[in-house]
């Protein structure tokens, strides 16, 4: 009964249930309420907001120690939104007050936000009426599908908790530029099994100061973008509808 008194948090992820950035998340939010964790059974980075059909939806309780407590958390079979949604319709005794998805390695700006499950899981959330929040960490492409330990989550973290560390931060908007880049599959034949690859483009040298990519890249401070699920373009809707009912 105690824990159903807390601030109920539900934390989860797109790395998977055995990502370090997870439970230094875990951590951290601890002190700010109970906090219920469910994330992918496994690695499910750049799902974005899907709801794949072919998911098992299967959940399994594990335990995990988080400041020398020991935590029951949840896997789920099915992607970062998937979890979000098993874990408020099944597991959680209660509907979160906020859910976080991160810690993720590596960063999530720019135009391709979308792609990311971190957002992804962020963004059912939101639609679902609930405060989200997603977090990721600026790291080495080598360390975007790995459980490396050799990535210090501890600002990241903090950030996650609270927005008032020593490094310097800024609120910023979304760059329009494609941060990361596809780059050709590495193989002979279209018979060969192959995925198409990315690596940081350099379009975003001469970005604008107020977005999330000149932050992080330029002025090297932590970006905290507002993002909403409304994707309807800023345009004059009344105008549009006039260009397009004209004849010819």
Not at 56 to 67: A, K, L, R, S, T
Request: charged letters at 20%; one cysteine or more; aromatic letters at 6%.
């Amino acid at each position: 009964m105690e824990n159903n008194k807390k601030r109920q948090i539900l934390l989860t992820n797109d790395d998977g249930i055995r990502s370090p950035g997870l439970w230094a998340a875990a951590a951290a939010l601890s002190t700010l309420g109970y906090v219920h964790v469910a994330a992918p059974r496994e690695q499910y980075s750049g799902a974005g907001r899907s709801l794949p059909s072919n998911s098992d939806g299967i959940i399994h309780m594990q335990e995990v120690v988080v400041n020398d407590q020991c935590w029951p958390v949840y896997s789920v079979g099915g992607s970062p939104a998937q979890a979000v949604l098993h874990a408020v319709l099944e597991i959680m005794p209660q509907r979160p007050e906020l859910v976080v998805s991160g810690i993720n390695y590596g960063e999530n700006v720019g135009s391709g936000v979308t792609v990311s499950g971190t957002v992804g899981a962020a963004m059912e959330a939101a639609s679902n009426g609930i405060s989200a929040l997603a977090v990721s960490l600026e790291t080495d492409l080598a360390h975007h599908m790995s459980y490396s330990t050799d990535v210090d989550f501890s600002a990241a973290a903090h950030f996650t908790a609270s927005a008032t560390a020593e490094t310097p931060w800024q609120v910023t908007r979304l760059s329009m530029r494609r941060y990361f880049e596809a780059v050709p599959v590495p193989r002979r034949s279209w018979d060969e099994p192959g995925s198409v690859g990315y690596r940081v483009g350099d379009d975003w040298r001469d970005d604008d100061p107020d977005t999330d990519v000149y932050a992080l890249r330029l002025s090297r401070t932590v970006s905290l973008t507002p993002l909403s699920l409304d994707l309807t373009s800023r345009v004059n809707l009344a105008e549009l509808e006039a260009q397009l009912r004209q004849p010819g």
